[in-house]
C-alpha cells in the first residue's frame, strides 16, 4: 500500500461505538431490550476534524452490522477501524461470532438474520439514506453477501448501475428470480444500467436476464446485437460468445460507424460457426459505405470453408467496391494465398494493371490496323491505275476480317477488362466497324462486276 493511502487512511478513522458489542447481543439473542438500550445511548452519527486534521466518524448502526467487527489495519481503504469499548467486551464479540461460524452459519446469513431482527427496532431505509465513505450496497458485494443485500433491497436500498450489474453477476438463480421482480424501484439510473449491462454482456452471456427484465423483447433484440457488434470489433473477441449472442437473438444487422455489420465482421474474423448460424437472416446483398459485401471480408479471412459458406449465401464474388477493388485483386493485395486459389478454382482471375493496359492496347491496335485498312481499300477500288481490283479487295478484307476477328477473340477472353472505355477509344471502335461495313460492300460490288463481265 502506498503512503498516499496509508496517510489517507489514518486522516479518516471509524469509531466502533461502546454500544455495538450490547447491539451485537441483543440482535442475536432477539433481546428487545439491549437492542433499544444500544440505539437509545448511539452517539451521534456525524463526522469530526482535529486539529491535526484527523477525521472521526460514527455513522447509524446499521453500517456495524454489515461489517460485524472492526477490520484490521490496511484491510479497508476508506476507514482506519478503532473501537470504543474494553478487552471484555471485544473478547465476547470475537468468541460470539466465532461460536456462529463454528455451527455453519456464513457471514452472509447472519447479517441477513440480525438485519431481520434489527428492522423490527429501527427504520432501515433513514439510515441507508446517511452518506458514507463506502456503500453498502459496494460493501456487501465485496463480500459477495447476496442475502443481505437483497434484504436491504427490501427495506429501500437502491443500486447504481455498476452496483446492479455486478449483484446480477454474482447471484444464482434464485436471488435473481427475486431482484428481477423489484429492478424498476432500485435502480438510480434504468438507462445507465441498461448500457452498462450491454456493455458486460460482451463477456458474460449472465447479462441477457437483465437486460430481458429490464426492456421489451424488439428492444433486448436491438441490444443483443449492438453487444454483438461490441463484441466481434473488440481484439478479445471470441466464437463462443458471439455464438451465445446470436442463440438469444442477436441478428448480425447493426454496423458500425463505416456501415460494416456484425456479419461482416463475423466473416473477416473467420468465425464460421457464428456466420452460419445468421445464413439465414442476412441478406447476401449487404453492402457497407464502402460498397463490399461479404466476399471481400471472407477473403480478408483467408479461410477456405468461409468462402465457401458466403458463396453458398449466393454473395457476388466478381463485385467491385466504390474504389474498383474487387474480392480477387483484394486477396492479391491482402497476400491472401487461400482465398486468392478459392477464386482461381472458379474461373475469377483478373490481371494486374500493367496486363490490363497491356491487352487493351493489344485489343485497340488491331482496331486501330482494321480502320487505317478502309483507306487503302477505297484506293485501290477507286484508283484506275490498279487494274486486279478483285485480288486486292479480297487480300485486304481478308486482312480486315483477320485484323477483326483477333481483335473481337482477345476483347471475348474472360481476363479482358470490363471498365467503361474513353470516347477515343469508343471512336477507334466505330471505325473499325465502319471499315468492316465498307469493306463488306465493296466485295460484294467488285464480285458482281466480275461475274456481269
Not at 463480500?143 to 443485500?149: D, E, G, N, S
Request: some cysteine; hydrophobic content about 45%.
Amino acid at each position: 500500500m502506498t503512503n498516499k493511502v496509508v496517510n489517507s487512511l489514518m486522516e479518516h478513522v471509524l469509531i466502533w461505538p461502546a454500544q455495538f458489542p450490547l447491539l451485537l447481543k441483543g440482535l442475536v439473542e432477539n433481546n428487545g431490550a439491549f437492542i433499544l438500550d444500544a440505539l437509545e445511548a448511539w452517539p451521534e452519527c456525524e463526522t469530526l476534524t482535529d486539529q491535526q486534521g484527523v477525521r472521526s466518524s460514527v455513522l447509524p448502526p446499521l453500517m456495524y452490522i454489515l461489517w460485524l467487527k472492526p477490520l484490521e489495519p490496511f484491510e479497508s481503504c476508506h476507514y482506519q477501524h478503532i473501537d470504543d469499548y474494553d478487552e471484555a467486551h471485544q473478547t465476547y464479540c470475537d468468541d460470539l461470532l466465532a461460536h456462529i461460524a463454528d455451527a455453519g452459519v456464513s457471514k452472509d446469513e447472519l447479517i441477513a438474520k440480525l438485519l431481520g431482527v434489527f428492522a423490527q427496532y429501527a427504520d432501515i431505509k433513514a439510515q441507508l439514506a446517511y452518506h458514507t465513505e463506502v456503500s453498502p450496497a459496494t460493501l456487501l458485494l465485496n463480500k459477495t453477501y447476496t442475502r443481505a443485500l437483497l434484504l436491504l433491497l427490501h427495506h429501500g436500498l437502491t443500486l447504481t448501475a455498476q452496483e446492479a450489474c455486478e449483484l446480477w453477476r454474482i447471484a444464482d438463480e434464485a436471488i435473481r428470480e427475486q431482484l428481477s421482480d423489484m429492478l424498476n424501484s432500485v435502480l438510480q439510473d434504468t438507462v445507465a444500467t441498461l448500457q452498462l449491462a450491454v456493455e458486460c454482456l460482451q463477456n458474460d452471456e449472465a447479462y441477457i436476464g437483465l437486460l430481458q427484465h429490464l426492456c421489451d423483447g424488439d428492444e433486448v433484440e436491438r441490444l443483443l446485437d449492438q453487444a454483438l457488434l461490441a463484441h466481434v470489433v473488440s481484439k478479445q473477441a471470441k466464437q463462443s460468445i458471439a455464438l451465445k449472442l446470436i442463440e438469444k437473438g442477436a441478428s448480425g444487422q447493426s454496423k458500425d460507424e463505416s456501415g460494416k455489420s456484425a456479419m461482416m465482421w463475423l466473416v473477416e474474423q473467420g468465425f464460421v460457426s457464428a456466420a452460419e448460424a445468421l445464413k439465414e437472416q442476412y441478406c447476401p446483398q449487404s453492402l457497407d459505405d464502402l460498397g463490399r459485401n461479404l466476399m471481400h471480408y471472407a477473403v480478408l479471412s483467408n479461410s477456405t470453408a468461409m468462402l465457401e459458406l458466403v458463396e453458398s449465401m449466393g454473395v457476388d464474388p466478381r463485385l467491385a467496391d466504390v474504389t474498383g477493388m474487387t474480392p480477387y485483386r483484394l486477396a492479391n493485395q491482402a497476400q491472401a494465398v487461400a482465398a486468392k486459389k478459392f477464386l482461381e478454382a472458379r474461373g475469377i482471375i483478373e490481371l494486374s494493371f500493367a496486363a490490363k493496359y497491356e491487352k487493351v492496347a493489344r485489343v485497340y491496335s488491331l482496331y486501330a490496323l482494321v480502320a487505317i485498312l478502309m483507306p487503302v481499300q477505297l484506293n485501290f477500288f477507286f484508283n484506275e491505275s490498279h487494274g486486279d481490283k478483285l485480288s486486292a479487295t479480297i487480300m485486304i478484307s481478308s486482312l480486315t476480317l483477320l485484323f477483326f476477328a483477333l481483335a473481337r477473340w482477345q476483347k471475348r477472353s474472360p481476363l479482358y477488362p470490363q471498365d467503361a472505355s474513353p470516347w477515343s477509344l469508343i471512336g477507334v471502335n466505330v471505325l473499325a466497324w465502319l471499315s468492316m461495313s465498307l469493306q463488306f460492300l465493296f466485295s460484294v460490288v467488285v464480285l458482281i462486276a466480275v461475274m456481269g463481265s
